[in-house]
């Protein structure tokens, strides 16, 4: 089974950027990024086809993250500008069951041990 390693993560003031990386130990199909907020349920960031020609982005992200994917290097990235405190969660990676684009947590066949991102006020 692939798996999945998260870096990138930390702490960054309001109005900074971060880049998250996904490194998998094998070729992987659709890709996205998720995150959970203490208290709350977590939910879909952005996903990535596996030819990387197709990506979707949660409504709260959209115009300030961007996923993307390197496949010689089995590599998923999710760049982060103009951060809000609203974004800090832990962000983890996700790898799809299929070539099929994930949309639901139910899509996902491995998980990455997650990273954490703080955005201070």
């Known amino acids: 089974q692939v798996r999945l390693v998260e870096s990138g993560g930390g702490l960054v003031q309001a109005g900074g950027s971060l880049r998250l990386s996904c490194a998998a130990s094998?070729?992987?199909?659709?890709m996205a990024w998720f995150r959970q907020a203490p208290g709350k349920e977590r939910e879909l960031v952005a996903a990535?086809?596996?030819?990387?020609?197709?990506?979707s982005y949660a409504d709260s992200v959209k115009g300030r993250f961007t996923i993307s994917r390197v496949n010689a290097k089995n590599t998923v990235y999710l760049q982060m500008n103009s951060l809000k405190p609203e974004d800090t969660a832990v962000y983890f990676c996700?790898?799809?069951?299929?070539?099929?684009?994930?949309?639901?947590?139910?899509?996902?066949?491995?998980w990455g041990q997650g990273t954490q991102v703080t955005v201070s006020s």
């Open positions: 990535i086809s596996w030819m990387g020609d197709t990506t």
């Open positions: 996700a790898a799809g069951k299929s070539f099929s684009f994930i949309r639901i947590s139910y899509d996902v066949g491995v």
């Open positions: 094998g070729r992987t199909f659709a």
